[in-house]
Nanobody
Framework: QVRLVESGGGLVQAGGSLRLSCAAS????????MTWYRQAPGKQRELVAS???????NYVDSVKGRFTISRDNAKNTVYLQMNSLRPEDTAVYYC?????????WGQGTQVTVSS
């Protein structure tokens, strides 16, 4: 059974940095996209950053230039480096991994940015 384990969330002051990690354990192969989503209180879940199997990346406009997604395919792990954090980045962050056959979600990790 595949399980995604997220880590790295926490409380940080505005302007600070955090690095999220999401590691897939279990029998998983042929990973395509690895994506980070977030959901703030009272808002819909939104795509933050995605990484394709061929190296392409995509970011929501509000994080461009501040966040960087990366992946280690040998470890089935995806990272999200978040710099210059703002209070509006406060949310629960979820990782999502897709294969040709399945979609997997992490349990979420809280990121809180204080002003």
């Amino acid at each position: 059974q595949v399980r995604l384990v997220e880590s790295g969330g926490g409380l940080v002051q505005a302007g600070g940095s955090l690095r999220l990690s999401c590691a897939a354990s279990g029998s998983i192969s042929s990973i395509n996209t690895m994506t980070w989503y977030r959901q703030a209180p009272g808002k819909q879940r939104e795509l933050v950053a995605s990484s394709g199997s061929k190296g392409g990346t995509n970011y929501v406009d509000s994080v461009k230039g501040r966040f960087t997604i990366s992946r280690d395919n040998a470890k089935n792990t995806v990272y999200l480096q978040m710099n210059s954090l703002r209070p509006e980045d406060t949310a629960v962050y979820y990782c999502n991994i897709r294969t040709p056959w399945e979609t997997y979600w992490g349990q979420g990790t809280q990121v809180t940015v204080s002003s």
